[in-house]
C-alpha cells in the first residue's frame, strides 16, 4: 500500500472509492478538479516506495499470496518482438519446471505464445465484448463474433493511437539529434496535445511510448515499463469512474478486465502453490489490486464462467 505520513491527501487518495469523495477528501471543488491534482501527489508517493525496492530478479512482477497460492503479475510489451517472446519463453520453461501455472492476457497468447500449450489464455477480450453487448455500450469489438478474437487483436488500435504513435516516433528519431532532454522535453509538449481525457486513465503518455520500445527491444527493461504504470495510475475504482464517464467501451476493455483476470486466476487455480499471470503492463498494476482485494477477503463473484 502507498503511505505517506507527511502528506494526508496520499490517505485521501487510498482511501476514497468515488471521485466525489476524492474531492472532499482533497478539498477541492470537483472530481474532475480531484482527479488531476491526485495524479502528480500519488505518483510522487509511489516514486519514493519504488526507490525503496529491491532490484528485479529474473521476469520483473509483483507478488499477492491469495489464500496460501502466491500469483505473480509480469507486465509486457504488446510489439511482438523476437527478443521479448524468447526471453518470455525461456522465463515460462522456467515457471514450469518449477510446477507453477501460468496464465496470459488473451492478446499476449497470439504475440508470444500461440504455440506453447504451457501457457493458458484468460478469458478476458471475449468477457468484454459480452459486457459491451450487454450494457448496450457502442463498441468497435463487434467483429470479434465474426473474425475471432486473435484476427482483431492485431487491429484495436484507432486511428487516432496511430497517429500518436507517429508523432512519437517521430519525437523518438530527433532525441538521436538533439538529445535526451530535448526529446523528453518535446515529447511531453506532444503528449499534451495528443492525449484526450479517457487517455489520461489508460496511462498513454511518451514516456510510456518511449519505455515499451525499450523493453520490447531489451526485455530486461520491462521493470521500468512496469514501474511506469504503477505510478500512472490512481488506485483502480477512481481511475474506472474516470474512464466509465468519459469512454464507456474503453473503460470495460481497460481497467475493467483487470478485476476479470484477477477473477480468473483465483477461479481456475485449485493445486499450484505458484501461478504467473503474464499481461499487458499497462494491466498490471490493476490485476495486483485486484489480487490484493481477493486477498484480504472480496470473493470472484457467484456467476463468474469462462465464456
Known sequence: MVSDPADPRVAAIREATSLAELADGLGVATPHEAYFEAKPVWAEAVRRRQAARPADDGLPGWRVTVDGHAFHVHGVTHAGTDAERDALRGHVERFRDRGATVYCEQGIRPLYFEDFPAVCEMDDYRWALRECADRDVETHLDALSETGVDAVLEDLTAAADRFREAVFSLVESGGAVYGDRFERALGDVAAGFLTDHAAAATGESYEAFRLSNAAAEDPERLGALMRYYERAFLPQPLEREWLRGHD???????????????????????????????????????????LRRLRDGAEVPDDFAPL
Open 248 to 290: 464507456p467501451e474503453l473503460e470495460l476493455v481497460s481497467h475493467a478486465r483487470n478485476e476479470r483476470m484477477a477473477d480468473y486466476a483465483v477461479y481456475h487455480n485449485e493445486a499450484a502453490t505458484e501461478v504467473h499471470l503474464i499481461v499487458g503492463a499497462a494491466h498490471a498494476p490493476g490485476v495486483r489490486y485486484y
